[in-house]
């Protein structure tokens, strides 16, 4: 063979085994951009913490789950529980635990693990240990038992908070990087800033679609929508409302409005002259709701007539009119006088401390709006912006007004925000420090029912003697609202605002 001929089949040979190689490492490329499937979450939720027990972001982030979950028509369903029962109308429940179920670092989750997470629970959160009541409980392979201190009936919809979350106690650095039964586990966490996740293989319901997420966490909603719009973010919740009809158009864009279940109110701190009804009415009189709907969520909510929206088969809502004469009627009888222009009680000019906070940036807004209405008839509003509300309304008494977000029913029932405003160790009756005689009974009578349709009644007698006695003012009622990019598959806007990164969140690859 001549050397001419030779080297054109050594030619070809290198050629062919060229092709092949660029075949191999292209189908190599193309499976390992298949697995690298990721999403950047950004949200308004500060985190200081990845407690479980003390913060609702791990839930959110499926890094953690509860005994029981509520689904998007508020129904309660089983989870880590598969199901449950009491046999002495609420005073002791029994929980059948999952059989299938690992924690992220490989241990089975059983009844004695539950079991010493929700002692963990009660005993790092003051607020849950009031909310449970549990005396005693009793772990035997699979099965829980929770003895009360009283009659519960609702405790399953308790145990849908995200602060009851399942976790492996026995494991160090809860608040860095805690181990729960979730799709997803923390790999990094920066306070306030950004949570690192991966997947968890052996998720029992399902092998995670994504392999990655990052959470970040933005309180500017302009810079939530530039971050989404920059490509920095696949999924934004609660972008600039004002940039909505913008990001419609943007066909690489999706958007989801839902409507909440959270209440936007105005506390009134019972301890100064709040505590006389005609002051609270009269302040009651001078918001403008339809405004506060338009102005500050631009459309993207309900006017609120009472602290459940109206969908719920509970609900009590009355209209609330905007009115300045019917205010200074009530201030006038709660024994207001006006010198030069300038509301007077007892001698001293009228000014009152408002509290806001800015990661729901409505707030403040919805606090000028308060306070230009108050200047109208004389009265001073300083509006002071805060860091931690709760600890501010908890740990001082110097404010009059505070704005407050909460989701008034995230179980489906209303005697989540009936015992957290009105009974004693809710956290909002230890701020505002509203002691309702009648109030209190008609929530009690609740606690101890069982039959739904009187338990209806009394929820709706109890929202009542709230709207007749202004003991809150309910402002709006905000629509959940997101925006994502279209290769995110399988997003759902979810009205309680619990579960966000799931086994069946997905991206296409771009």
């Not at 913008?246 to 839902?258: A, E, F, Y």
């Not at 009059?400 to 008034?408: A, F, V, W």
């Not at 007698?461 to 997101?482: G, M, R, T, Y």
């Amino acid at each position: 063979m001549s050397i001419k001929k030779m080297a054109g089949w050594l030619m070809i040979g290198f050629i062919v085994l060229f092709t092949a190689a660029c075949s191999s490492n292209e189908k190599a490329g193309t499976e390992e951009n298949e697995e690298a499937k990721e999403v950047t979450f950004l949200s308004n939720f500060p985190s200081d913490t990845m407690d479980p027990h003390l913060n609702y972001t791990p839930v959110r982030a499926g890094m953690a789950e509860t005994l029981v979950k509520i689904n998007e028509e508020l129904k309660l369903e089983p989870w880590l529980a598969e199901k449950w029962e009491s046999g002495d109308e609420g005073k002791t429940w029994t929980f059948t635990i999952r059989d299938d179920v690992t924690f992220q670092n490989g241990k089975k989750l059983d009844a004695l693990a539950v079991k010493k997470s929700l002692e963990r629970n009660i005993e790092v959160s003051e607020a849950m240990k009031s909310a449970l009541k549990i005396e005693e409980a009793k772990a035997d392979g699979q099965t829980l038992t929770l003895s009360l201190e009283e009659a519960l009936p609702e405790l399953p919809s308790e145990l849908v908070h995200p602060n009851t979350a399942i976790i492996d106690v026995d494991e160090e650095k809860v608040d860095q990087k805690p181990v729960g039964t979730g799709p997803f586990k923390v790999t990094s966490f920066k306070a306030d800033s950004k949570v690192g996740l991966e997947r968890y293989e052996e998720y029992w319901d399902g092998k995670p679609k994504l392999e990655k997420a990052t959470l970040t966490f933005n309180e500017d909603a302009n810079a939530r929508t530039l971050a989404l719009q920059s490509g920095d973010a696949d999924v934004v919740y609660r972008p600039a409302f004002e940039s909505m009809d913008q990001l419609k158009q943007d066909h690489s864009i999706r958007t989801d409005v839902v409507p909440g279940i959270r209440a936007q109110m105005l506390l009134y701190n019972f301890d100064g002259i709040f505590g006389d009804k005609h002051i609270r009415k009269a302040f009651d009189d001078m918001i403008d709701r339809e405004e506060v709907v338009n102005s500050t969520l631009a459309g993207y909510g309900q006017p609120a007539g009472g602290p459940f929206v109206s969908e719920l088969p509970f609900a009590s809502n009355e209209s609330k009119e905007f009115d300045l004469k019917e205010a200074k009627k009530h201030l006038t009888h709660a024994g207001v006088e006006w010198k030069d222009g300038k509301a007077m009680k007892d001698g001293k000019e009228l000014s009152l401390k408002v509290l806001t906070y800015s990661y729901r940036p409505e707030l403040p807004l919805m606090a000028q709006i308060l306070q230009s209405n108050a200047n109208e008839l004389g009265i001073e509003i300083n509006i002071q912006q805060v860091e931690n509300i709760d600890e501010e309304m908890a740990s001082k008494n110097d404010w009059d007004i505070s704005t407050y977000s909460l989701l008034t029913a995230p179980r489906g029932d209303a005697s989540y925000f009936l015992n957290t405003a009105y009974m004693p160790g809710g956290y909002l009756y230890n701020a505002a420090r509203i002691d309702h005689k009648e109030l209190k009974k008609k929530i009690q009578s609740l606690n101890m029912t069982v039959d739904q349709e009187t338990r209806k009644k009394l929820a709706m007698e109890a929202s009542d003697i709230i709207n007749e006695e202004f003991l809150h003012s309910f402002i709006v009622h905000p629509s959940n609202v997101v925006a994502y990019k279209d290769h995110v598959k399988n997003w759902v806007t979810s009205k309680s605002e619990f579960y966000m990164l799931t086994n069946e969140l997905d991206v296409e690859n771009r």
